[in-house]
């Protein structure tokens, strides 16, 4: 009698453990690691690094940007200062060349005074007059102007009867100026008014008082 050998899909099937999964199940999901845990905590960190280092820039170019406003600032002061003296120095090489020229111009005005400025000599002189003008030398000093210490020199003194304040009555030699700096005063003659014509009011008013008393002595009308 002969076995019967087992078919194909007869074969026995290898025991399966009741615990192990079988492998129609869905796999589960792994446990997260240590290092994946800890990776968010390692963004802020890093976020937060590079919040200091932005801010840390950020003070360093505002510390910059005022040192650049500040050192500008001192070279716009610094070019200014320097235009301004360079000016003073110009003002004042041009007031001692025309310092220089000042009594030039005081012949020049007497030959003119005596009717002698004719001919070459007063081609040289109106071409000087010109030039000195151009510079900004201006002539002052008129008669009849109020006496100011400040641009007049005093060097004759005497009393006039046609004067309420003390007068210029004669230039002797007229004054120069460049702009407001007077490089020479104008020297004057002054005549102040007489001692005794500003007290002339006060002895009219005596007077009528006196007459007020003759008349109540003459037994003349009396106010009612």
Do not use: W
């Amino acid at each position: 009698m002969t076995e019967e050998t087992p078919g194909f899909d007869e074969q026995q099937q290898p025991d399966v453990p009741s615990g192990a999964p079988s492998e129609d199940a869905e796999p589960q999901a792994a446990a997260p690691s240590p290092e994946e845990e800890a990776a968010p905590a390692g963004d802020t960190e890093q976020n937060a690094a590079l919040v200091a280092q932005l801010d840390q820039a950020r003070t360093a170019l505002n510390e910059r940007t005022a040192d650049l406003q500040r050192l500008q600032a001192e070279f716009q002061n610094y070019r200014r200062r320097v235009e301004r003296d360079r000016a003073a120095v110009k003002e004042t090489a041009v007031a001692n060349l025309l310092t220089e020229l000042l009594p030039v111009l005081d012949d020049v005005g007497r030959a003119r005074e005596h009717g002698e400025l004719v001919g070459g000599f007063k081609s040289v002189a109106e071409s000087l007059e010109t030039t000195v003008a151009k510079l900004g030398l201006q002539q002052f000093g008129k008669e009849g102007e109020p006496f100011d210490p400040t641009i007049h020199e005093a060097l004759m003194h005497s009393y006039a009867p046609d004067v309420t304040e003390t007068t210029c009555v004669a230039i002797l030699q007229p004054g120069y100026r460049i702009g407001e700096r007077t490089i020479r005063p104008a020297r004057v003659a002054v005549a102040e008014p007489q001692p005794g014509a500003q007290t002339a009011p006060p002895a009219e008013e005596g007077s009528e008082a006196q007459a007020d008393g003759e008349n109540k002595e003459s037994g003349g009308p009396e106010e009612g």
